[in-house]
């Protein structure tokens, strides 16, 4: 039975605000005899994150780390992300878990776009051993709270590809306007549909769901109504959202 719409759109959502998630790969044969009885167990690892204009996940990984030792033996892994663990009571909370394949990648988009969300990274993306990394999404699980949880295709959970593609191309081009011309659009997304402080604001990504804001260390997502698919949609839907805002901010006056 295929998930509904909403828990799709719910776990991409989560991918696509979260910083960082869980990484497990398949501990690789080690050097020291003593713990080869460890080799192929399950290894959890702390990773932080980006997503790709469909939804794939970008990760920035040394060599020298044993995840990615594991990797370059057996590239299978799973990611989970989750907004539980503030929770009273974390098994209420949604969260999600994707699998597939990582492998390394020289596309200097997908760079680009992880360093926008963590520019502390710069500081060392440039060292030989470091490398970006991008999973192929095979299937997904996703938990919504108590009696909440289905499988997803990776095919599925990810946005169209041709307007992943078009965001890709016109991306930088919206950024550079909105971060140039419009900083007073960008702070009402923030301040008044996001509920968020601050008036320096940045635009940081946008993709056919939502963009993402930055202030400082601070992140925010402005989710989209509808997809978009390509720059004159994305444009009309700043647009739109920006009228919200205005609409949203006007005081109300008594007749």
């Known amino acids: 039975m295929p998930a509904p719409t909403n828990d799709r759109a719910a776990a991409l959502g989560l991918m696509r605000r979260a910083r960082w998630g869980a990484l497990a790969t398949a501990l690789a044969e080690p050097a020291e005899a003593a713990q080869a009885d460890t080799a192929g167990w399950p290894y ?10 469909g939804g794939s996940p970008i990760l920035l990984l040394s060599r020298l780390s044993d995840h990615t030792r594991n990797l370059e033996a057996d590239g299978r892994a799973s990611l989970l992300f989750e907004e539980a663990s503030r929770r009273a009571n974390p098994q209420t909370g949604p969260r999600v878990t994707v ?4 492998t390394r990648t020289a596309d200097e988009r997908l760079a680009g776009r992880f360093l926008a969300r963590h520019p502390q990274a710069r500081r060392y993306a440039g060292f030989g051993d470091f490398h970006f990394h991008t999973m192929a999404v095979e299937r997904a699980r996703y938990v919504g709270g108590f009696g909440r949880a ?29 971060n140039r011309d419009h900083a007073e659009a960008i702070a009402l997304y923030a ?18 769901h939502g963009a993402d804001l930055r202030l400082q260390g601070r992140l ?10 390509d720059a004159q949609s994305c444009r009309a839907e700043l647009v739109r959202l920006v009228q919200e805002a205005r609409r949203r901010e006007a005081p109300t006056g008594n007749a």
């Open 99 to 102: 699998m597939g394949r990582l």
């Open 220 to 229: 925010a997502r402005l989710d989209f109504d509808a997809p978009v698919h």
């Open 44 to 53: 959890a690892s702390l990773v932080t994150v980006a997503c790709d204009w």
């Open 191 to 208: 301040n008044v549909l996001l509920g968020r402080r601050g008036k320096a604001w940045k635009m940081i990504g946008v993709d056919p």
């Open 150 to 178: 289905v499988w997803l295709k990776g095919a599925k959970l990810a946005a169209d590809a041709d307007a992943a593609a078009a965001l890709a191309d016109c991306e930088q081009d919206v950024l550079d306007h909105m």
